[in-house]
């Protein structure tokens, strides 16, 4: 028997939610007590943007011996929810063996409107106690911050069931099958083990590390990266081990041909025997691997190789700019340019790209801002278009294109007879993408951020204001910023010759999936991203969300929060993967 900790009911000991109040009895699922259901300000996701295909799971919880019985109830439903919104297609898969979950295909009839869980989290975000309407094993996909973990898009209870709608992976490719192809390379296989050992303690405390030790749910996306199937529950025992992890790796080595270094087997039998006790211990021993294998095959070719070759797979780019709530003209201007050449064929798939990204925030006088920034974007424009004809170009290239914009516009100022503050001028934030490899500028207070899985959100260029002026001149921040014209420009184009323009340009390489934010002051000011990037620009790292809402929405909250200026913003979605298909001589395999 066990009792409801909600209300204090009696239910049976197969029973997984109370009989009575539908709350969640977990004490046999182990003690969920880390995974509290995460606020809707922790979790953002426009669930209704991506195109990727569904699938829903049924948990019944009901005994091994009646479950035939739960799939033919299921199988006779029209709908998987009360209110007739997915409706049911057919079952295509049922797994007896595991006696956990059913899968069904459905259809969403009405995908315009928010998903039941998004209103289950406003809800929880508008009270202090859990929400109990939320499956307990949605919680590790809403907490998963990994692209190997599938998107959960909608979740919530049905009776006696869990019912979860998560991104359809059950066809995509099985690690198993394609660990057995001939032409696999060593360093393939590496990576693969790698991401298993890197996923391990983040699963572990979510309570769904079996995910990594269940065989046949691994499988590869259309770059050939490491993904999970879906998320297994560990259970009450919890009781997995890194040596469970080496048992996988050693039934994958039997599928395949790769014959591994005998440090690796080394390794793979300590890993086993539990003498490998850390995740950090296990990547510390791959790498060291890699580098062997990396320096007997620079030996044997008598040219160097690089480890863990970086390849770009995905580029997209969306910019949007609005005049904000005070002003009566927009001085912002943004440019974009990008190329694109995909290569493909029926086992890699990668591409080659080239982008230039452009804002400048005009100033100086009626519409000669707007002048200004728009000058600014066509000449560098039209220079880089010229001169930019295969790999990035150098610092010295990239600073005579800025010089170039800036002469031009103080020309014109001394043209138009202009003088000190009457002059118009411009900051600029540029970055110039070639594949996995960057190089940004900047003049002025635009900014350019990154945003990474691993670092979070990181300001990439640094402010030309007095303020920054003072801080590199040893001044306490905060005092520096005091000052009555700490936001004053050091540097601008336009209002001055080429002597006082010194542009920051820096050098960048991928190594990571990212989003790049190139924006006026308008959005940056008052910390609005620092503050917020966790709502509004980390689900776009996460998911294949759409841009341009995402953007959209974060327009309106600088509008809301700033909304006295111009807001510009360019966002730049890269994704990158590890060109693993080598062939015997370190060369890359295309």
């Not at 050992?197 to 046949?216: D, F, R, T, Y």
């Not at 004809?389 to 138009?416: C, F, M, S, V």
């Not at 002051?521 to 995402?550: F, H, M, R, T």
Request: a negative charge.
């Amino acid at each position: 028997m066990r009792i409801c900790p909600q209300c204090e009911s009696e239910n049976s000991d197969e029973r997984i939610f109370c009989s009575v109040c539908q709350t969640a009895l977990t004490d046999n699922l182990g003690d969920r007590s880390d995974l509290q259901t995460p606020s809707l300000s922790e979790y953002f996701i426009n669930f209704n943007s991506s195109n990727s295909a569904r699938l829903a799971l049924i948990y019944p919880s009901l005994h091994t011996e009646v479950r035939a019985e739960a799939i033919e109830i299921w199988q006779q439903r029209e709908y998987l929810d009360s209110h007739s919104r997915y409706r049911i297609d057919s079952p295509i898969g049922a797994n007896l063996d595991r006696s956990e979950w059913i899968a069904i295909a459905f259809t969403d009839t009405r995908p315009s409107e928010q998903p039941f869980l998004r209103e289950l989290l406003a809800r929880d975000n508008s009270r202090s106690e859990q929400n109990t309407n939320i499956p307990e094993i949605a919680l590790p996909y809403l907490k998963a911050v990994d692209s190997a973990i599938p998107q959960i898009y909608d979740a919530w209870l049905e009776n006696d069931a869990r019912i979860i709608i998560l991104e359809d992976r059950f066809n995509w490719q099985k690690l198993a099958d394609f660990v057995a192809k001939p032409d696999l390379s060593c360093w393939q296989l590496l990576y693969w083990f790698d991401k298993t050992a890197q996923l391990w303690n983040g699963l572990k405390q979510l309570g769904v590390v079996s995910s990594l030790i269940v065989e046949e749910n691994f499988c590869l996306d259309e770059d050939d990266r490491l993904c999970l199937q879906q998320l297994h529950y560990d259970g009450a025992e919890n009781g997995f081990a890194l040596s469970h992890l080496g048992l996988v790796w050693k039934s994958l080595l039997t599928k395949s041909q790769i014959i591994l270094p005998e440090s690796f087997n080394q390794l793979l039998d300590c890993l086993i025997s539990g003498q490998v006790q850390t995740t950090e211990k296990l990547r510390s021993s791959l790498h060291d691997i890699i580098v062997e294998i990396e320096t007997e095959t620079e030996s044997d070719s008598g040219s160097p190789t690089n480890i863990l070759p970086i390849q770009l797979t995905d580029l997209r780019d969306f910019a949007l700019t609005d005049v904000g709530l005070q002003r009566e003209s927009n001085e912002d201007f943004f440019g974009i340019y990008t190329a694109i050449e995909k290569h493909h064929n029926s086992q890699q798939k990668k591409i080659s790209a080239r982008g230039l990204y452009i804002v400048c925030d005009g100033m100086g006088g009626h519409d000669a801002g707007e002048v200004a920034s728009a000058m600014a974007v066509d000449i560098l424009q039209d220079y880089f278009q010229d001169i930019w004809l295969q790999g990035l170009p150098d610092r010295e290239t990239i600073r005579k294109g800025i010089h170039l914009a800036n002469e031009t516009i103080y020309r014109e100022n001394i043209n138009n007879s202009s003088s000190g503050v009457g002059r118009m001028g411009t900051t600029l934030a540029m970055l110039l993408l070639q594949d996995n490899h960057l190089a940004i500028a900047s003049v002025g207070d635009s900014r350019i951020y990154r945003l990474t899985a691993r670092f979070g959100l990181e300001q990439l260029t640094s402010d030309h204001q007095i303020a920054q002026l003072e801080i590199k001149r040893g001044v306490d921040p905060e005092i520096a910023y005091a000052l009555p014209n700490a936001r004053q420009l050091t540097q601008a184009l336009g209002p001055r010759d080429n002597n006082f323009v010194e542009p920051a340009i820096e050098f960048l390489e991928l190594q990571q999936d990212c989003l790049l934010l190139l924006c006026s002051d308008g959005l940056s000011d008052n910390q609005i991203l620092e503050q917020n990037w966790q709502k509004y620009l980390k689900p776009l790292l996460e998911s294949d969300l759409d841009l341009d809402v995402a953007m959209e929405d974060l327009i309106d909250l600088a509008n809301q929060e700033n909304g006295h200026d111009n807001i510009t913003a360019i966002a730049v979605k890269v994704k990158v993967g590890v060109d693993l298909k080598c062939s015997s001589t370190g060369e890359l395999w295309v």
